[in-house]
C-alpha cells in the first residue's frame, strides 16, 4: 500500500518556479548565436515573476521570467546590442543591460538600490555597471545638474564608447536641456552612436532644439474663453509669459495661484500672461478653467500641439512655459516654474 505525503500550495508554488527556470536553461544550453541570455540575481527580490522589455529588430519584445528567491534567468533575440529593461511584477524598475545574440551576460542588481550593478558578459555592459556603482551618490541624488555634468563629463572624455551613447538614451534629463543632449550627442564618434539605438532618439531632439523651438514668438491669434479671438504681440508688453497646459491635474498645485500673484502684482505693459489649454476639446477645457477666475488671458489651442497658431513652437510636454522678450525673443524654455518666477523678479521692477 502506497503512502501519499500531501504537497503544500507553497511547495506547488516554487515546482512551478523550478520548472519554469530549468526549462529556460535547458532552452539556453540548446540554443546558438540566434539569440542571447541574461542570468543572474536580485537581492532583495525573493520568489516572483519579471517582466522584460526591449526593443530589437524593429520591433518592442516582452518577456516573462521567474525570479526564485532572486535568482533569475531569460533569453531573447536581437541581431544588434540592445537595451533591455526588467521590472517586478509590479512594474519596479530593477536594471538594464546591453546585449546582443550570442551573448550570455551574469547579473547582480538590487532592489531597493537600482545604481548597485555588476554585470559580466560584454565590455559595455560591465562598464555600464561599474559607472552605475561608482556615482550612485550623484545618480541618486535628484539633482539633474549633478546628473547631467556627470554623464557630460563621461561622453566628453570618451566619445568611441558606445556607453556614452547609453547613458545619454538612459540618464540624461533631457527635458530643458535639449540643445545640452543634442550637442552631446553630436561629440560621439558615429560608430559609438549606431542608428538603430539613437535615431528615434535624434529626431526628438532635432525638432525641439530646431529655429523654429529656438526662434523669435510671432505675433498670433489665439481662441479665447469668451469665445473671442485674442491677438496676442510680444512687443505689447516687456515681457510675456505663455503658460500651456493639458489637464486640471497640472493646475492644481502652484501654476494657477502663480499666475494670480503675476495679474495681480504687474500691469500687462509689463507682464502679459497667455494661459494656453491643450486640452483636447471645449468642454474639457472650459471644466479646467471653470474656477480659476483669472484677470489673464486664457486661450484653448485647436488641435493641440498641432494647433496653426502654436505648431512652429514645439511645444515637447505639458506643463511648459514659455517666456518671451518685447522684440518675440524666447529667454526660456521649460518645465520650471521657479526658472520662471526668477526671470520675472530680474527683469521688471516690483510696485
Not at 123 to 145: I, P, Q, V
Not at 217 to 234: A, G, H, K, T, V
Request: proline fraction near 4%; glycine fraction near 6%.
Amino acid at each position: 500500500m502506497c503512502n501519499f505525503v500531501p504537497i503544500t500550495f507553497r511547495q506547488v508554488k516554487r515546482l512551478t518556479y523550478l520548472l519554469i527556470i530549468f526549462t529556460q536553461i535547458l532552452l539556453v544550453s540548446c540554443g546558438d548565436n540566434s539569440e542571447f541570455s541574461v542570468a543572474g540575481e536580485i537581492t532583495g527580490m525573493g520568489t516572483q515573476n519579471l517582466r522584460i522589455f526591449y526593443y530589437a529588430d524593429g520591433a518592442v519584445h516582452s518577456v516573462t521570467s521567474a525570479a526564485l528567491d532572486g535568482k533569475f534567468r531569460f533569453s531573447g533575440k536581437s541581431r544588434n546590442p540592445a537595451i533591455v529593461e526588467i521590472f517586478s511584477s509590479n512594474r519596479t524598475f530593477i536594471g538594464r543591460v546591453l546585449v546582443k545574440n550570442g551573448e550570455e551576460l551574469e547579473c547582480r542588481f538590487d532592489k531597493n538600490n537600482r545604481y548597485n550593478v555588476s554585470i559580466k558578459g560584454n565590455g559595455t555592459s560591465a562598464e555600464w555597471g561599474k559607472f552605475l556603482t561608482g556615482n550612485a551618490t550623484t545618480l541618486s541624488s535628484g539633482d539633474y545638474r549633478l546628473i547631467n555634468s556627470a554623464i557630460a563629463e563621461y561622453v566628453v572624455k570618451h566619445p568611441d564608447n558606445l556607453l556614452s551613447t547609453i547613458l545619454l538614451l538612459t540618464e540624461y534629463h533631457v527635458p530643458d536641456n535639449e540643445q545640452s543632449a543634442d550637442s552631446l550627442l553630436n561629440t560621439i564618434n558615429p560608430d559609438a552612436c549606431p542608428g538603430y539605438l539613437v535615431d528615434g532618439f535624434r529626431a526628438q531632439l532635432a525638432a525641439l532644439s530646431s529655429d523654429a523651438a529656438q526662434g523669435e514668438i510671432f505675433p498670433m491669434n489665439l481662441y479665447c474663453s469668451d469665445d473671442s479671438l485674442f491677438s496676442f504681440n510680444p512687443a505689447h508688453s516687456r515681457l510675456s509669459v505663455i503658460c500651456f497646459t493639458a489637464s486640471a491635474e497640472e493646475r492644481t498645485g502652484s501654476i494657477v495661484p502663480a499666475m494670480h500673484t503675476w495679474s495681480e502684482t504687474f500691469k500687462p505693459s509689463l507682464l502679459r500672461i497667455v494661459d494656453i489649454s491643450l486640452a483636447t476639446d471645449t468642454a474639457t477645457w472650459y471644466k479646467t478653467i471653470k474656477d480659476d477666475s483669472p484677470q489673464w488671458v486664457q486661450c484653448w489651442a485647436p488641435g493641440s500641439v498641432a494647433s496653426h497658431s502654436i505648431e512652429r513652437l514645439s511645444i515637447p510636454r505639458t506643463p511648459y512655459f514659455i517666456v518671451a522678450d518685447s522684440i518675440g525673443r524666447q529667454v526660456y524654455r521649460g518645465m520650471s516654474l521657479s526658472e520662471v518666477q526668477r526671470i520675472i523678479n530680474d527683469s521688471i521692477p516690483h510696485k
